[in-house]
């Protein structure tokens, strides 16, 4: 049994009502912790929608394993935590995809290798500092 499998067989209502929303605020939680827009990043980068949720969630700093990032990226609402379907391999078609469109700006996601996928620290700055960037640009054209 995985870790984040559940024997909802043997569970009574309470326990799974618990588990369920302390599941949906884990993921909220390690989807806020990335903190630039998703919009902005779309537009900034000419990401999808999927690589800039991923980007915004590995911008936290911290090393995600692929389950996290397959959760992270099916959330589109709080009942999608326990239907999320697929497979957590989803997620590396977009990791590499992500990397490409990441790599003409001289920005990285690299792999700890058993771990999981992560953005360095130089590049998390870098990143903020292209989207901050961005962002006043299009203030000053649109005041």
């Known amino acids: 049994m ?3 499998d559940l024997d909802t067989e043997r569970m009574t209502r309470k326990t799974l009502e618990d588990n369920y929303f302390n599941a949906v ?3 909220n939680d390690m989807v806020s912790k990335g903190d630039m ?8 980068f000419t990401l999808s929608p999927q690589q800039s949720k991923l980007v915004n969630f590995l ?8 389950w996290s990032i ?3 990226l099916s959330l589109q609402h709080e009942t999608d935590y326990v239907n999320a379907k697929g497979e957590p391999k989803l997620s590396d ?5 992500s990397r490409k469109k990441l790599a003409a700006f001289g ?3 690299l792999c700890a290798r058993g771990q999981g996928y992560y953005i360095p620290k130089d590049s998390i700055a870098k990143l903020k500092q292209l ?12 005041g």
């Open 25 to 27: 605020e884990f993921i």
């Open 2 to 4: 995985r870790k984040w």
């Open 131 to 142: 989207v901050a960037e961005h962002k006043e640009q299009q203030e000053r054209e649109v």
């Open 59 to 66: 911008s936290g700093g911290e090393i995600r394993d692929r």
């Open 93 to 97: 078609i977009i990791i590499s995809s």
């Open 70 to 72: 397959f959760r992270a």
């Open 37 to 44: 827009s998703v919009e902005n990043l779309r537009v900034r």
């Open 107 to 109: 920005l990285q996601i």
